[in-house]
């Protein structure tokens, strides 16, 4: 078994993401197995060295992401987060038992803050237990990494004692976190450049830098620390996580690339696959990507003004300092319509990256295709990703969206005739009314299926440009403290709603089977 830390090119930079576990801590970002082993997939064939899958003991399911992740990954190191205990470490040893690449990532608090009133102990015993839990780690692994939490906030030199005293004990990758986004990138810098000239066995293990986005500089610290000798960026796709998020993935690594003649560094990457992973995370989560987001918004490579339009006519390189085709924005060699076939409709999913599906995934797509085709004169690529991201993971929902008529207009009343399918069972259609067509469909599915979830978000979004675009919808609900979000595609704005709002409750009904995580990580 080979860590991702062993015999390593001492400039490639690894790229830890934390999607599946810390980026699934954001509020309402709920994820099923089946839609975590989807991201997983990616991640993997993108290149990802390391992807932490979960923190094991927090439920059951994240404990059976991470074993089923460790299952079916065998190119990236597959990583369980665990706290400085025992019960911990046992839980997460457990859960990676199939991995042929392991790393049980575990933590503790370092700052005043967080030893006086969250843990209650003090600097001794934090410093013992890091000691002895890196040590009770390695009974599993070869690949232990030992992360500070708060660390931005921590005296330096008890800092420097734990992250010594982490490495005698054998861990192999030390964690540095800006856990509050707290940090500037030039202080952030210099504590890591301190712990590496300090600790007088750094040079044992791989430092790594964790940072959170509240003041905006998750992505700056990030690069800042490379400056200063990590080797280990943690980050998600779409900066996606709790608070402000994470250092955005997808940022990182084409800094790295496009920037390659100041910071004399690489990651192992396969950046064409960084629009697909962007676009798989932000379907799955229902956490739409902000247009004027860097590398993979919709106005990434968008250019209006007439000046920079004369420019890029002229040269491309004038105004964009890397290729759409870099990220996976590949032009369309295929145009799709109502003519198309099925032949067609299965190039163009190979194209997208959908060829791994079987005779049944592709009938359904294919049937809503035809539809939409039917009712738009140009299919876009945009339009078959959605139907394809709606589409998938639905088969195991024990609600389905049959059929919707909905009666609108300004003289009403308004109301809403839905069908729905529960655990297999198609139920009578059900009417009802309300203050306008969105509210009537939402209070027709309350009927169909009573429940007791608020709507806390309902936000719409054109896939495509034009007023035949298909909608996605996002919706998001609460219930007893559990938040979800719910995402519908369709062409119909109303039958995206009723489909977003039957997609959130599914995840509801999931996630009730679920614990809350027992502590904050890192």
């Known amino acids: 078994m080979t860590s991702a830390t062993a015999s390593r090119d001492p400039n490639r930079v690894i790229i830890f993401d934390t999607t599946l576990r810390d980026g699934e801590q954001a509020p309402g970002c709920s994820m099923n197995l089946e839609e975590k082993l989807r991201i997983a997939g990616v991640l993997e064939e993108m290149g990802v060295d390391v992807i932490e899958a979960g923190f094991p003991i927090a ?47 575990t933590f503790i608090s370092t700052s005043p803050v967080h030893m006086q009133h969250m843990l209650k102990m003090t600097e001794a015993e934090v410093l013992q237990r890091t000691v002895d839990y890196v040590t009770y780690a390695r009974n599993f692994t070869d690949d232990v990494e030992w992360s500070a939490q708060d660390a931005s906030r921590s005296d330096i030199d008890f800092l420097c004692r734990c992250v010594e005293a982490a490495i ?69 796709v779409n900066g996606l996580g709790e608070r402000a998020g994470n250092a955005s993935m997808e940022e990182v690594v084409m800094a790295i690339r496009t920037r390659h003649d100041l910071m004399k560094v690489h990651t192992g990457i396969r950046t064409e696959h960084i629009t697909r992973a962007s676009r798989l995370v932000s379907t799955i989560t229902g956490f739409q990507v902000q247009p004027n987001k860097a590398i993979v918004g919709a106005n990434a490579f968008a250019h209006e003004s007439g000046i920079h339009q004369d420019g890029m006519l002229k040269h491309a390189e004038t105004y964009e300092i890397m290729t759409p085709e870099s990220v996976g924005l590949n032009r369309s060699s295929l145009v799709m319509g109502k003519h198309s076939g099925r032949a067609a409709f299965r190039a163009k999913l190979k194209e997208l990256g959908y060829d791994d599906l079987g005779e049944n995934a592709v009938n359904d797509a294919f049937s809503r295709f035809k539809d939409l085709a039917d009712r738009k004169k140009e299919i876009f690529d945009e339009d078959v990703i959605a139907i394809m991201d709606d589409e998938a993971g639905r088969k195991n929902d024990a609600i389905r969206f049959l059929a919707l008529h909905v009666v609108a207009g300004s003289r009403g009343p308004q109301h809403a005739v839905l069908e729905l399918e529960v655990q297999g069972k198609a139920i009578a259609p059900v009417v009802a009314f309300g203050n306008g067509p969105v509210d009537a469909v939402f209070n027709a599915i309350k009927l169909a299926f009573p429940h007791e979830a608020r709507l806390q978000l309902y936000q719409v979004h054109a896939v495509t440009a034009g007023t035949d675009a298909q909608a996605e919808v996002t919706v998001r609900l609460e219930e007893s403290g559990k938040t979800v979000n719910g995402q519908g595609a369709d062409a119909d704005t109303l039958v995206a709603s009723a489909r977003a709002y039957v997609h959130a409750l599914n995840k509801l009904m999931t996630k009730r089977q679920k614990t809350a995580p027992v502590a904050l990580s890192a």
């Open 59 to 105: 439920s059951n399911g994240d404990f059976e992401a991470v074993r089923e992740v460790g299952r079916v990954v065998k190119t990236s190191v597959v990583a369980a987060l665990a706290r400085t205990a025992r019960a911990d470490i046992d839980r997460a040893a457990e859960a990676l038992q199939f991995a042929e690449r392991r790393r049980i990532h």
């Open 168 to 236: 005698t004990a054998g861990a192999t990758t030390i964690n540095i976190p800006d856990t509050v986004g707290y940090a500037l990138p030039h202080e952030y810098a210099t504590l890591f450049r301190t712990l590496i000239e300090r600790v007088p066995n750094s040079d044992k293990a791989v430092f790594s830098a964790h940072c959170h986005n509240d003041l905006g500089l998750a992505v700056a610290n990030s690069l800042a620390a490379i400056g200063a000798g990590v080797r280990q960026i943690e980050c998600t």
